[in-house]
């Protein structure tokens, strides 16, 4: 009997877990949702494989609360059996894995707006002037320090070969 319980808890948990996922992932679909038709343009096939991913989810949920309860009403009769919950825990797994690969499906029924394709060129045109700007000044910034080395090298002749001043001596010895 210790080990019916034991492995019936092991179920009940997985399926709270399961459950627990479902959430999550329903609120990573709205938020992808909403992120994807404002940004991106969709088809009909995306809308319908994300309400696909969303029901699945929702039922997954569903079906993971019935399993549990049946535990439960068998478990106040002192009928502990696998078979009561498994068919209700499976098909909660299925739907959750149906659920997350529609969700991923549907990111192949969107595609970039026009707008942020137009966008993207200009900032592409934008970077290319400034990247040639800044090659240009570099060369303009590499001709005067050479111009400023040529001077200083000029400057320096000049103090090492300068004349040494003589006082004039106005008439005086």
Do not use: H
């Not at 060369?139 to 040529?150: A, D, P, S, V």
Request: proline letters at 1%.
């Amino acid at each position: 009997m210790e080990n019916k319980r034991f492995a019936i808890d092991i179920g009940v948990n997985l399926s709270g877990q399961l459950i627990n996922a479902s959430l999550s992932m329903l609120a990573i679909i709205g938020a992808l949702f909403i992120f994807i038709i404002d940004k991106r343009e969709t088809s009909t096939f995306f809308y319908v494989l994300m309400v696909i991913s969303f029901l699945s989810f929702i039922v997954s949920i569903f079906l993971g609360g019935k399993g549990i309860n049946k535990i439960r009403e068998k478990s106040f009769k002192d009928k502990l059996e696998l078979k009561y919950s498994k068919d209700f825990f499976n098909y909660q797994a299925i739907l959750c894995i149906i659920g997350i690969l529609t969700c991923l499906l549907s990111f192949i029924f969107t595609k970039k707006s026009d707008a942020e394709l137009n966008q993207i060129k200009v900032l592409n045109g934008n970077l290319e002037k400034i990247i040639e700007s800044n090659s240009i000044q570099q060369k303009e910034i590499k001709t005067l320090e050479n111009k400023i080395e040529y001077i200083e090298q000029k400057f320096d002749s000049l103090i090492k070969n300068k004349p040494k001043k003589t006082v004039p001596n106005n008439g005086y010895k």
